[in-house]
């Protein structure tokens, strides 16, 4: 049995991981999706005051108050920045790290210096629908879902914390020395993630492609669970 920790991506919350968690459980592991503070179910708890460690110590408590020991963490999109500061916080409760279509922060850089205008377009909609400190979510389509899911995933976001895309990593190196590290791209989600995806293969971290768009938990859940399954130990 192995202990999966699932982080989803900016606007979303523990539900677009369902499909992957019940595929998972039905193998017989134990499955973690933490809603990050502020977000889905957890919206009742946004602030001002909420930020990107906010979001590093929900992850890093929910590990050691489960005492949770050699686990998968598996980062989604902004969830990959959560993932990589876990992984540097905590690198001894991990067995394999995994990067699923996700940022991957060098130190000092945060999200919005690989975002492809710098943050400016989710600044100004904070600035104009979020009181200068919330992003409003983006339509559905922005995730490159199926159509299928579209109604589902718009009425399942909410608001997402500005400052956690502006504040920058802060790494000592350690999550880069978890025993194993990979990488998961969405083929056709587009070259915001396919530069992550590169530079994994010059880190020496293993790779995979899946082909579909950015929301793959969504798109390919039975693929996905397969990919995690095989790459579950070091």
């Known amino acids: 049995m192995t202990d999966y920790v699932l982080i989803h991506g900016a606007w ?35 602030t001002r005051d909420v930020g990107l460690d906010t979001h590093i110590t929900d ?11 050699d686990i998968v963490l598996v980062g989604h ?15 001894d409760r991990i067995g394999s790290l995994v990067y699923l279509d996700a940022f991957v922060p060098d130190d000092g850089k945060a999200l919005f210096d690989y975002h492809p205008d710098g943050g400016k ?21 922005f995730f490159g879902i199926r159509a299928a899911d ?8 909410t608001a997402h914390p500005l400052s956690t895309l502006e504040t ?11 025993p194993a590290i990979g990488y998961i791209h969405a083929r056709d989600s587009g070259d915001l993630f396919a530069r992550f995806y590169a530079r994994a ?23 996905l669970t397969a990919l995690l399954l095989r790459h579950d130990a070091p």
């Not at 999109?77 to 992984?87: C, M, P």
């Not at 990593?169 to 999550?175: I, K, M, N, R």
């Not at 020496?204 to 039975?222: F, I, K, R, S, Y």
């Open 12 to 46: 979303w919350g523990s539900w677009c991981w369902s499909r992957v968690r019940d595929l998972l459980a039905a193998e017989g592991h134990r499955v973690f999706a933490p809603t990050l503070t502020g977000l889905a179910d957890r919206s009742h708890n946004l």
């Open 59 to 69: 992850v890093v408590n929910l590990i050691r108050w489960e005492d949770l020991r």
């Open 77 to 91: 999109s902004y969830g990959g920045v959560i993932a990589r500061h876990v992984a540097d916080r905590v690198p």
């Open 121 to 141: 377009s989710l600044r100004e909609l904070a600035a104009a629908h979020g009181d200068g400190w919330k992003v409003p979510p983006p339509p559905a389509s």
């Open 150 to 157: 579209a109604e589902w995933v718009a009425r399942q976001c």
């Open 168 to 178: 920058p990593a802060h790494l000592s190196g350690d999550c880069d020395r978890i």
């Open 201 to 223: 293969g010059e880190r020496d971290w293993w790779q995979d492609e899946l082909a579909c768009g950015h929301g793959v938990m969504l798109n390919m859940p039975n693929e």
